[in-house]
């Protein structure tokens, strides 16, 4: 990954911080694209002091399409170039159908689906161009097969997955690969809130998660494409 350039949506959260500090040690630089101040600081303070200078963040909205054009155009009028694109935005909810309302089913579709869409559209036009591009997007292994009680979250996943495999074979062949990782329950702060009878042992770290991401951005993985990689 050394002197690749990588965006990685989402890269303030547990999961994108992982790939962001993995990037760094690795040689790339990483974009980072945050909502707040704070969670940007709260990044750029756990990067290694040498590292820091290959760390750009852009506030961005990466549901909104206006948005998400601004940032391709500054990733492009900063770096030149775009080599990686890891959608790692998302969010969980709970309900099954009758408990899930419409604010609530937009909510996980936009967050999750919308978000991958509109980033794999700004980035694809600079990666064919140039013949080269890695696209990982972030599924989740508890959605394969579809599950209930978690059903608007699990439509929005599921989505990812067709995305990730239907946009592999527009591309295939022309330098782009587009592939899927999908965790099963990691080990975050926020997941152990949420669920403080769970047995923790089972659960699988970002670190280890971010690996299997790097792994699918990287040229080792140039004949790898349209794959969804359970973690």
Known sequence: ?????????????????AVVLAALEAGATAIVTYRGARDRDAL????????????HAIQADVTDAESVRRLFEEVGARHGRLDALVNAVGGF???????????????MLTLNLRSAYLCCRAAL????????????NVASRSVVP???GFIA??????????LTQALAREVRKRGVTVNAVLPSTMDTDANRRAMPSADWSDWVSPESVARAILFLASDAAADVTGTLLAV
Do not use: S
């Open 146 to 148: 579809p599950a209930g």
């Open 44 to 55: 750029a303070g756990r990067a290694a002091a040498g590292a820091r200078e290959r760390l």
């Open 125 to 136: 036009p600079g990666m064919l161009a140039a013949g080269h591009g890695r696209v990982v």
């Open 1 to 17: 990954m050394r002197d690749r350039v990588v965006l990685v949506t989402g890269g303030t959260g547990a999961l994108g911080t």
């Open 153 to 162: 979250y699990t439509v929005a996943k599921a989505g990812v997955i067709a």
């Open 93 to 107: 909810a709970g309900g099954d159908l009758l408990a899930t309302d419409e604010r609530a089913w937009d909510a």
